[in-house]
Nanobody, 119 residues
Framework: VQLQASGGGLVQPGGSLRLSCAVSGFTLEDYAIGWFRQAPGKEREYVATINSGGRRIYYTDSMKGRFTISRDNAENTVYLEMNSLAPEDTATYYC?????????????WGQGTLVTVSS
């Protein structure tokens, strides 16, 4: 089982990035996928979740309108489009898979991709 997060990097304030979470070793369409982030010295923070069929989505309030989660089950990939990025969005972003919506427990986790927002 593997979740591979990618797409992070250095971006200027106000910029955009699209993160990808490529999964293997399990059937993506059976799982909800969530994105989380953890900034240095801070606790892990929930970002968004998309259900297995892609029709139910939940965002943390501070992400609404700026972040968009989507999935392509045929490509075994979930995306997180991030716009209007600010320095406080700097963090390592992780994707995770769980059953149910929202999942009570995220069973599988990826290794994370670092997003740095700085001028």
């Amino acid at each position: 089982v593997q979740l591979q997060a990618s797409g992070g990097g250095l971006v200027q304030p106000g910029g955009s990035l699209r993160l990808s979470c490529a999964v293997s070793g399990f059937t993506l369409e059976d799982y909800a996928i969530g994105w989380f982030r953890q900034a240095p010295g801070k606790e892990r923070e929930y970002v968004a979740t998309i259900n297995s069929g892609g029709r139910r989505i939940y965002y943390t309030d501070s992400m609404k309108g700026r972040f968009t989660i989507s999935r392509d089950n045929a490509e075994n990939t979930v995306y997180l489009e991030m716009n209007s990025l600010a320095p406080e969005d700097t963090a390592t972003y992780y994707c995770a898979a769980g059953v149910g919506f929202p999942p009570k427990v995220y069973r599988y986790w990826g290794q994370g991709t670092l997003v740095t927002v700085s001028s």
